[in-house]
């Protein structure tokens, strides 16, 4: 299947920019603060990085999933959230700043799990004999490239612009969206033959990944008892996922725009359960909240 220079060199490069924008909207004393009270960070990043792939396993293997469609799920289940949970979980009116941190610490560390995650994905799925593989430390350089050197970019801006960062951080989130669309677009042109298909296969997966990933991290966060602003932000973290990082993986590193599908769905339907997060956060928790 052909790849288009977009997502051999576009998708990087654009994914750069959105983790700039990520990190124009973090300041040390976000950290400083969840480091005083860390219960809820910690809860919120052992949901990301150790709750919701495991789900993603389980989900595959419950659903019979084909191959590349299975270790698509896991690819998205060991992502990071992104932007778009951080902006979520301020309209649903819950704890930004803990949303915020725990993005980053999960992204920070994703550069570490996802490689493994994923490897062990395809061996799950493909066999020991299979050519195809995540190079390890050529992913870990990757993500560390268009992850955790922008955020600290977009950091030093607020940090030392903070007039500049106020007002890049919305247009570089609507650009984010829109790299995403694009993004759907393209490879729904390249699947054209058999997209349906895999969208057939895919979507009940990513539907319940969502689901069950909401649902544990209300009940993770309420088992640890954190406050109520903690829950919601911890729920719309395992919710909405960064799934540009997934079709990164899936495309430029793997080279398979099948495994990228489920990345590709769940970049849709996040935004209906991000919606239904929101109506229920402002439901349940006061306006003075925000």
Partial sequence: MEKSVFIDIGLPVSLFIIMIGMGLGLTLSDFAKEARHPRAAIVGSVGQLIVLPALGFLVAWGLGLTPAIAVGLVILAACPGGATSNVITYLARGNVALSIVVTAIASIATIMTLPLLVNQALSWQLGESTNVAMPVVDTIAM?????????????????????????????????????????????????????????IQAGPACLLLNT?????GFAIARMAGVAKEDTLAIAVELGIKN?????????????????????MVYGLTMYAFGAVLVAFGRSTIGAAKV
């Avoid at 955020?151 to 969206?177: C, D, H, Q, S, V």
């Avoid at 677009?185 to 054209?192: K, P, W």
């Fill in 143 to 199: 993500l560390v490239i268009i992850v955790l050197l922008p955020t600290g970019i977009g950091m030093l801006i607020r940090a030392k612009a903070p007039n500049i960062a106020a007002r890049a951080e919305k247009p570089l989130n609507g650009f984010g969206a829109v790299v995403l669309l694009a993004l759907i677009v393209l490879i729904s042109y390249g699947l054209r033959d058999h997209l349906l298909g895999l969208l």
């Fill in 243 to 263: 799934s540009t990082i997934g079709i990164l993986v899936a495309t430029t590193i793997l080279g398979s725009q099948e495994m990228a599908i489920p990345s």
């Fill in 212 to 216: 069950l990933g909401i649902g544990a």
